[in-house]
């Protein structure tokens, strides 16, 4: 069995690009932003890329005392998703950065 340094050295050569691809496009990520809503657009979330929470708008109509049970449940579900959107907006880009390769940990 020969072992052959050349083809060891591409092989980290591309390893090292591929890092740098998804490090300059996690950064880029983290520079877009995605928007939610819930309760026909009562509560209206928007997420970066990072999964960082930027904004949160709460219609006035929808803040009611007497029931803070149910606009906790909209900020949850807009909240919620908000996130499935973003998780969705990396994993592509991760798949067009990544040619489709599924890098083990690389997704949250």
Same mark, same amino acid.
């Given at each position: ?7 060891? $050295? $591409?092989? /980290?050569?591309?390893?090292?690009? *591929?890092?740098?691809? /998804? ?15 819930? =309760?026909? =657009? ?6 970066? $890329? ?11 109509? /929808? /803040? ?5 049970? *149910? ?17 969705? *907006?990396?994993?592509?880009? *991760?798949?067009?950065?990544? =040619? =489709?390769?599924?890098?083990? $940990?690389?997704?949250?």
């Amino acid at each position: 069995m020969t072992f052959d340094l050349g083809s060891m $050295g $591409g092989l /980290i050569k591309q390893a090292q690009e *591929m890092q740098k691809k /998804i490090t300059d496009m996690q950064a880029e990520m983290a520079k877009r932003t995605v928007t939610a809503a819930a =309760g026909g =657009g009562m509560v209206t979330v928007t997420v970066n $890329g990072a999964s960082e929470i930027v904004s949160v708008r709460l219609e006035r109509e /929808i /803040i009611n005392p007497a029931d803070p049970e *149910m606009l906790a449940d909209l900020i949850v579900a807009a909240v919620n998703d908000a996130l499935r959107k973003v998780q969705d *907006m990396v994993a592509a880009e *991760m798949g067009r950065v990544t =040619g =489709g390769l599924n890098i083990p $940990g690389l997704f949250k």
